[in-house]
């Protein structure tokens, strides 16, 4: 499978379940790319669009401790989608990806509830009227600088849309 990109940090989540996952994303890889690539769109968009689909397979979508104590009260966090039974949270990240990537990967490492986590970026986009390959930086950044923040997740995926 070509798309989307990804890029396997670490991983102990079944091939078949991720499988899952990223054919829900190819789906909707139009709508998807559509968006990433239109200027000032936000991530809500997408999760809207894989919302039905990834609800199909169990997951639940904008999730906050009203829903599941992922987090310590009176935290306010909300995770953009978790499946209960596999523990597995997926964040969608549009812009701002330097400071919204750490703040993912923070909250998937603060919730005891989180095993396995998948943070989503654009494959590329336009910063200060230049490209960027955000896919790749994003994959490196997070492959340079976890090496200890990883002990409590069984997996770390970097998705690209």
């Known amino acids: 499978m070509n798309y989307p990109y990804y890029y396997i940090v670490k991983n102990k989540l079944t091939q078949p379940v991720l499988n899952d996952i990223f054919t829900a994303i190819a789906e909707h890889r139009e709508y998807i790319e559509m968006i990433r690539d239109t200027k000032h769109e936000k991530s809500k968009k997408i999760e809207l669009t894989l919302a039905p689909t990834l609800k199909g397979l169990g997951f639940c979508h904008s999730v906050t401790n009203k829903q599941f104590p992922l987090f310590k009260p009176p935290s306010q966090f909300e995770v953009d989608f978790y499946h209960p039974d ?54 490196k950044r997070i492959r340079d600088n976890t090496e200890n923040l990883l002990s409590h997740l069984d997996s770390l995926i970097v998705l690209g849309y």
């Not at 989180?114 to 009227?129: A, F, K, L, T």
């Open 86 to 139: 596999k523990k597995i949270a997926i964040e969608i990240e549009r812009s701002n990806l330097y400071t919204k990537v750490w703040l993912a990967l923070y909250k998937m490492l603060e919730s005891s509830l989180v095993s396995h986590g998948i943070i989503c970026v654009p494959i590329r986009r336009i910063v200060r009227n230049a490209p960027e390959n955000s896919f790749e930086l994003t994959a």
